[in-house]
């Protein structure tokens, strides 16, 4: 597809479970971000890759929180012993490379999950 | 604190009518974005701003960086029931970063 993709579209788990979300980004776009975005409130920055350097993960909330980048494409957020506030959506977006200076992000339709 | 504040919250006009959705901060704005988000989507991208007193338009939406560059306003003329969505500003208040942060949002209802 031409834009962003995710998956899957909704996850409901218990709380405790692990769960993991995945984008899918626009092909050849070099920049990755996560956000999460609870209710009322606005996006909340996770984790960004750019490349093959390493991520920053400057806003991961808790240790329970990690993402991948497999081959500078797919990635994957993993959330481990999941937290009722762990609920909101989760959205990747990507971008083309830093070094053209173009900051326009691309967003995916978004992981809704709900922990119960 | 919030970096970027946006209002107003929620916004109900009648179709024809125009408005204005503000996003401030108290910090230079060094790129600022404006997105749009329908329920169950992604944001779609509006429009950006870089320099103090650029404006954008497309369509009947008009965006505008103030020249302090710690303001922005986002015009819609004569809106209509498509114009419905929540309003995100995002922006890069440090200068070159990746990390944008964003406002909370503008709930925007266009009666017919």
């Known amino acids: 597809g031409a834009g962003v993709s995710q998956s899957p579209s909704n996850k409901v788990t218990e709380k405790g479970k692990d769960v993991e979300l995945r984008c899918d980004p626009i092909s050849g776009h070099t920049a990755l971000y996560w956000y999460r975005q609870s209710l009322g409130q606005g996006l909340e920055f996770l984790i960004y890759f750019q490349g093959n350097s390493a991520p920053d993960k400057s806003g991961l909330p808790s240790d329970r929180f990690s993402a991948e980048r497999t081959g500078g494409s797919v990635s994957t957020l993993t959330i481990q012993r999941t937290q009722q506030e762990d609920s909101a959506v989760y959205l990747c977006a990507s971008s083309p490379s830093w070094a053209a200076r173009s900051y326009e992000q691309y967003f995916g339709p978004g992981t809704r999950l709900t922990v119960t | 604190s919030q970096e970027l504040e946006q209002s107003p919250q929620s916004l109900i006009v009648q179709e024809g009518k125009n408005l204005t959705i503000n996003c401030t901060s108290s910090?230079?704005?060094?790129?600022l974005y404006w997105y749009k988000q329908k329920y169950g989507e992604g944001l779609i991208f509006l429009m950006m701003l870089q320099k103090g007193g650029e404006e954008k338009s497309h369509e009947k939406i008009t965006a505008k960086l103030d020249e302090k560059k710690q303001q922005s306003s986002l015009h819609i003329t004569a809106s209509q029931p498509s114009h419905a969505g929540i309003y995100l500003c995002?922006?890069?208040?440090?200068?070159?970063?990746?990390?944008?942060?964003f406002g909370k949002g503008t709930k925007l209802t266009v009666n017919p």
């Open positions: 995002g922006a890069d208040t440090q200068g070159g970063s990746e990390k944008l942060v």
């Open positions: 910090k230079t704005l060094y790129g």
